[in-house]
């Protein structure tokens, strides 16, 4: 079975200080590798996404590494602030035939930014 | 903007009951899916449709049936509710094309089965 093991599950952070969140994966088959974010009482949101041919990408405070020969990709929040406050998924693609994808999503890390 | 909305947001129920999610999306996609989210566990995918005559099982599929009624409406049913169907369960939906398509979640609907 495919999966993506992320960590920590729970993360507590100053304000202003760099959060970051880590994610393995097996499957060396998985295409992409976006990070979703989710406020209590909301949806998931597309917050960032890489391929595995980049070691890097950045966008605003929030930039994914990702090391292919290790398998494994994290996202770094600079700045952090109480605002980034919210649940934090990895996830990566992986084809399951006929044309179709799908995402492997990790189990989560709680964000509390704290003033 | 309510470009993905689920009917209801809440609901409480019995062991046993039949139970209908609905899900509508004004963005154009085609293709539109139906997770479930328990603590500590993520989202997992039960059902995925790529147009209206394509219905396909994700990870979870067991205990749950969809409809794609039309290519805006994907309805998710539990048939005989059982309390560890107790979730947050979110519709989704993407488009065809190149490239990493992004899906876009709707709001979530939290089921309670007593």
């Known amino acids: 079975q495919q999966q993506v093991k992320q960590s920590p599950q729970s993360l507590i952070v100053q304000k202003g200080g760099i959060s970051i969140i880590n994610c393995a994966y097996e499957?060396?088959?998985?295409?992409?590798f976006p990070w979703y974010q989710q406020f209590p009482g909301k949806g998931p949101a597309l917050l960032i996404a890489i391929r595995p041919d980049v070691s890097e990408k950045k966008e605003g405070r929030f930039t994914i590494s990702f090391n292919k020969s290790a398998k494994q990709f994290s996202l770094h929040i600079m700045d952090s602030q109480p605002g980034d406050s919210a649940t934090y998924f990895c996830a990566a693609r992986g084809y399951s035939g006929a044309g179709s994808y799908q995402l492997t999503f990790g189990k989560g890390t709680k964000l509390s930014v704290i003033p | 903007d309510a470009d993905v909305t689920q009917t209801p947001r809440n609901r409480i129920t019995k062991t046993g009951k039949r139970i209908m999610l609905e899900c509508s999306q004004t963005k154009g996609h085609d293709r539109m899916y139906w997770y479930r989210q328990d603590p500590g566990l993520g989202l997992r995918l039960i059902y995925y449709s790529f147009d209206v005559k394509d219905i396909n099982k994700g990870e979870i599929s067991d205990g749950y049936s969809v409809s794609r009624q039309a290519q805006a409406k994907f309805s998710l049913s539990l048939e005989s509710a059982i309390p560890n169907q107790t979730a947050l369960y979110f519709c989704?939906?993407?488009?065809?094309?190149?490239?990493?398509?992004?899906?876009?979640f709707g709001p979530g609907t939290r089921l309670t089965v007593l």
């Open positions: 499957n060396t088959a998985f295409d992409y």
């Open positions: 989704a939906t993407s488009h065809t094309g190149q490239g990493f398509n992004e899906q876009f």
